[in-house]
């Protein structure tokens, strides 16, 4: 799977070119000016795995965005993620965990 480090993730065209590699089946890292906009940037993935707007709807792919956002004290991408989950098997949990907690420590090595 390729990836792609966006900077600028956020908002505007940043967050935007996350969600068209996204599609693309890019596994992105976002880099954010501040903590708080890269929470509402992961919080927004979410939405957007989740609802399906601009790319084909992933619910494993909505958990770890939601699963990150929720880390961080979301607590709207908290009730989210949990309602995902029921819907996930046992491996994609297991998947989208690990993929969280591998983008979770990428965060924290550009602090």
Not at 2 to 24: F, N, V
Not at 65 to 93: C, F, M, N, P, V
């Amino acid at each position: 799977m390729p990836s792609a480090l966006i900077t600028g993730g956020s908002s505007g065209i940043g967050l935007a070119i996350a969600t068209m590699l996204g599609a693309e089946g890019y596994a992105l890292t976002l880099a954010a000016r501040s903590p708080d906009r890269l929470e509402a940037a992961q919080a927004s993935l979410g939405d957007i795995y989740h609802r399906g707007k601009g790319v084909a709807a992933n619910p494993a792919e909505a958990f770890v965005w939601y699963h990150l956002a929720a880390g961080s004290g979301d607590r709207r991408a908290a009730a989210l993620r949990d309602e995902i989950e029921k819907t996930l098997s046992r491996e994609q949990l297991k998947a989208a965990l690990r993929r969280a907690a591998k983008l979770r420590e990428q965060i924290r090595g550009r602090r």
